[in-house]
């Protein structure tokens, strides 16, 4: 229920003015203050709607600036989802020469696949390739991210939205949000709009929970995306979805790439355990990384990620248990065997106790180290989920 707090924050700016407190110790962000508009411009134009301009003052109130850092080759394997996006998002952007007449840049992009695959990983890295600078949306999970390409003439957007903060408590304002999300996009455009979590948005119609302001929302969006794929504005909708069987059928149509994220291979497992470890020292060979991938065979990226997180702190772990420790020529101290030449006996605490914590050396991580921490270990995805996602791919995708 915590976006329906944030959604009772965002109203209140919307309505009175103010500022919006940040989630999890973020900046507060002052809201836009109200104006009275005028009913034409100098031009003799109408203004916009004024309901039209509070919600996306409300909307421009709240965000914040974070720079992603995933590189393409922080996304181990994927090799085919990598290609399209570049053809969809960086090479139009780049070369807008090469996208004339019939060839046009894919507009409609659906990521599915079990959890914890990297899916909003690729978006990150989609931002990073292009030397970008991401705006997260602290109340509506909804995100502007300007993305710098060689210079201030070619600029690419991307607004990212959780699919629950677009249902709102309020009847038609989730509806009004769909619209205006979609307006910012291509007046912004170049332009990406990623949608996480789509089934929770866009189930099949006719499910006896499906209130009418679903249903809105979700002819919204069918109406906004047919939009996106017959004008020129350059919008990208990009979603990501753990149960693609979920979502309705014409939703589903709307997406021209429909692209599986697997779990990594034998190659993408090993990758990922050395861009976790990243410059933590180890001891580990490239046997021992190829004999690790081989015994996480159905682990997802997520899954060794936790399993590297728990392996870091086996150090730290090490060290608190040690009897014994050894000084070195240069002042510092590391836990070793009591037989080993020079071994003393004392504790952490002890060297604590004589100003010495400082001097204290951590291990580096071991082989062992991984061993421990896998033999306690599972994978969190289910040959039954494999399946599924394997069978829809057949019928509806492709493989990434």
Known sequence: MGYLR???????????????????????????????????????????????????????????????????????????????????????????????????????????????????????????????????????????????????????????????????????????????????????????????????????????????????????????????????????????????YALDQAIRRRFDKRIYIPLPDLKARQHMFKVHLGDTPHNLTESDFEKLAQKTEGFSGSDISVCVKDVLFEPVRKIQDAEYFMESSDGMWAPCEPEQRGAIKITLQELDAQELASKVLLPPITRADFDKVLARQKPTVSKADLEVHERFTKEFGEEG
């Open 6 to 244: 944030r959604a009772e924050e965002i109203r209140a700016v919307l309505d009175n003015g103010g500022s919006v407190p940040a989630p999890n110790g973020g900046v507060s962000v002052a809201a836009q203050p109200k104006t009275s508009p005028k009913p034409k411009d100098g031009g003799g134009k109408d203004k916009e709607d004024p309901e039209q301009a509070k919600l996306k003052a409300g909307l421009d109130s709240i965000i914040i600036r974070e720079k992603p850092n995933v590189k393409w080759s922080d996304v181990a394997g994927l090799e085919n989802a990598k290609q399209a996006l570049q053809e969809a998002v960086i090479l139009p952007v780049k070369f807008p020469q090469f996208f004339t007449g019939k060839r046009k840049p894919w507009r409609a992009f659906l990521l599915y696949g079990p959890p914890g695959t990297g899916k909003s990983y690729l978006a990150k890295a989609v931002a990073t390739e292009a030397d970008s600078t991401f705006f997260k949306n602290l109340c509506l999970s909804c995100s502007l991210l300007p993305i710098k390409v060689f210079d201030n003439s070619h600029m690419l957007s991307l607004c990212s939205v959780s699919s629950s903060d677009l249902v709102s408590k309020w009847m038609g304002e989730s509806e009004k949000l769909v619209s205006n999300l979609f307006q910012m996009a291509r007046d912004s455009a170049p332009s990406i709009i990623f949608i996480d979590e789509i089934d929770s948005l866009c189930g099949q119609r006719g499910e006896g929970n499906e209130s009418e302001a679903s249903r809105r929302i979700k002819t919204g969006l069918l109406v906004q995306m047919q939009g996106v794929g017959s004008d020129d504005h350059k919008v990208l909708v990009l979603a990501a979805t753990n149960t693609p």
